[in-house]
C-alpha cells in the first residue's frame, strides 16, 4: 500500500478500533510493578533506518536481560535486515506484508496467533505514527507492553494500551529513547524511566563483512564497470524514499557529481530500483562514463553494504543509506531539513549531518505522523549550497578532518 493509503487507512480505521478497544478493562491493568522479561516482542514497522537506530537498544536488551529471547516484528519489504543487526534468530522474525489491504489483513491475523503460540510476555512498541503496532502489543497476549504514550501531549494517540508507558520527548535522539523504553521495564514513577541521558550518543560496531562476500562483489562491480578501476568512487543518494519533501534537489546532486568528476572521483548514484529514473538523470547530465547509476544494482541490503564499503564517500539525503553507512567504515554526509538530527542524526563517528533550523523545520513530527503541511517547496534543504557540501566532502576525502569527542554529533548548520 502507499504511504497515503496507510494513513487514512490508519485514521479511519485505527482510530475508532482503539478507542473502542481501550474502553475494557485491560486499559486500566497498569504493569506498575518492574519485571524481568523473558521473551521480549521488538516492534518496528518503520524506514529501514529505524532498525538501525534501535541496535544500541538490542544491545542493551542482551546486556540487562541476558536470559531473554528476542524476537522482532518488521514490514516484509525490511525482511533481510535483521541479519545486518546479528543476534536475532530467522526463526525470531516475523513480518508483515502491506502490499495490499488484503495481504496486510491475512498476515495480521497470522501473526497474532503465532504471537499467542509463542506466549510473549513482554512487547517494546518502538512506533509512534501507525497504530497497528500498539494494536499488535494488546492482542499479542503479553502482560507487560511498554511504548511511547501521549500522556498529556496532542498528536500520539495509540489506544489505552500500552501498560509501561514512556514519555515521549523530541528533544532526545530515538536512539537514546529506544534505550529508556528499555529502562522502563524495571523503573518505578510517572512517568517511567526518570534518567539521567547522558550528552553523548551510542557508537555503533562496525559489521563484519566476510572477505569471500567482499571479493565477489567487487569481482561483479568491476566486470560490470571495467573503467571503475582503482578510482576513489563517492556514492550519492538522491531519493527521498516513502518521503520525496526530504530530497535535495537533483540539481544539487548533479553540481557535486560534475565537481567531483572533475576532481577524477567516479559518482555510484543509489537507491532502489524505483529510483533507476533519478539516477538517469544525473548520469545523464554529467555525460561522462565515470557517474555511474547503480540504483537498483544491489539487490540486498547485504549487498549495499558491500558496495558502502568499496565507496570512500557517501553523500545521501535523510534515510536508509545514511544509516546504513554507520554500519561500515564510510564516511557520511547526510542531508536534513524535513527531520531534525537531534531525533534521527546518523550514529557514528564520520557522519556529517547538514541542516537548515528554518521556523517551520523540522515539520515531519509524532504531532503530525509525519504529514508535512509543506507546499512541496523544501527552503530547508534547496538552501543547503553545493559548495558547502563540496567543502565538506573534499575535506573528508583529503583526510584533512580532525579528530572528535566519541559520541558527538557532527552538525553542519546552513544559513
Not at 138 to 151: I, T
Amino acid at each position: 500500500m502507499k504511504l497515503s493509503s496507510q494513513r487514512v487507512l490508519d485514521k479511519i480505521v485505527g482510530v475508532p478500533i482503539c478507542r473502542i478497544l481501550s474502553l475494557f478493562p485491560w486499559r486500566y491493568k497498569r504493569a506498575h510493578s518492574p519485571c524481568v522479561p523473558r521473551k521480549i516482542l521488538v516492534i518496528i514497522l518503520s524506514e529501514m533506518g529505524s532498525l538501525v537506530l534501535a541496535k544500541p537498544m538490542f544491545d542493551f536488551i542482551r546486556e540487562r536481560y541476558r536470559g531473554a529471547e528476542i524476537y522482532l516484528l518488521l514490514f516484509e519489504r525490511n525482511r533481510d535486515l535483521p541479519g545486518v543487526l546479528d543476534g536475532i534468530p530467522n526463526k525470531n522474525v516475523l513480518t508483515l506484508n502491506d502490499r495490499s489491504f488484503r495481504s496486510f489483513l491475512s498476515d495480521s491475523i497470522r501473526i497474532v496467533l503465532r504471537l499467542r503460540l509463542l506466549k510473549i510476555d513482554t512487547v517494546l512498541d518502538c512506533e509512534l505514527f501507525s497504530r497497528i503496532s500498539s494494536l499488535f502489543s494488546l492482542l499479542s497476549g503479553a502482560k507487560v507492553r511498554a511504548g511511547f504514550h501521549a500522556h498529556t501531549q496532542e498528536g500520539l494517540y495509540r489506544g489505552g494500551f500500552i501498560n509501561r508507558r514512556l514519555l515521549y520527548n523530541p528533544y532526545t535522539h530515538i536512539s537514546l529513547q529506544f534505550i529508556s523504553m528499555v529502562e522502563s521495564l524495571g523503573s518505578h514513577g510517572t512517568p517511567l524511566a526518570k534518567r539521567v541521558v547522558e550528552n553523548r550518543l551510542p557508537q555503533l560496531s562496525p559489521m563484519r563483512l566476510g572477505s569471500g562476500e567482499k571479493h565477489r562483489f567487487e569481482r561483479r562491480l568491476g566486470n560490470d564497470f571495467p573503467h571503475l578501476g582503482d578510482r576513489k568512487m563517492v556514492l550519492v543518494y538522491a531519493g527521498g524514499g516513502l518521503l520525496p519533501i526530504r530530497a535535495w534537489p537533483s540539481s544539487c546532486f548533479i553540481d557535486v557529481a560534475r565537481d567531483l568528476i572533475c576532481h577524477d572521483y567516479a559518482v555510484g548514484v543509489i537507491g532502489p530500483a524505483e529510483d533507476r529514473y533519478l539516477g538517469e538523470r544525473i548520469a545523464s547530465a554529467c555525460e561522462d562514463k565515470r557517474c555511474l547509476n547503480l540504483a537498483g544494482y544491489t539487490r540486498t541490503i547485504k549487498e549495499l553494504l558491500l558496495l558502502l564499503q568499496r565507496g570512500s564517500l557517501l553523500i545521501a539525503n535523510d534515510g536508509g543509506p545514511g544509516h546504513f553507512a554507520s554500519l561500515v567504515s564510510i564516511p557520511s554526509i547526510v542531508l536534513y531539513g524535513p527531520e531534525t538530527p537531534t531525533l534521527y542524526g546518523v550514529l557514528g563517528e564520520n557522519a556529517y549531518c547538514f541542516y537548515s533550523p528554518l521556523s517551520c523545520s523540522p515539520c515531519l513530527t509524532a504531532y503530525n505522523h509525519r504529514k508535512s503541511p509543506c507546499d512541496g517547496n523544501n527552503i530547508c534543504l534547496k538552501q543547503i549550497p553545493p559548495e558547502d557540501v563540496l567543502n565538506k566532502a573534499y575535506e573528508v576525502l583529503t583526510k584533512r578532518t580532525s579528530g572528535r569527542q566519541t559520541g558527538s554529533m557532527n552538525v553542519v548548520t546552513s544559513s
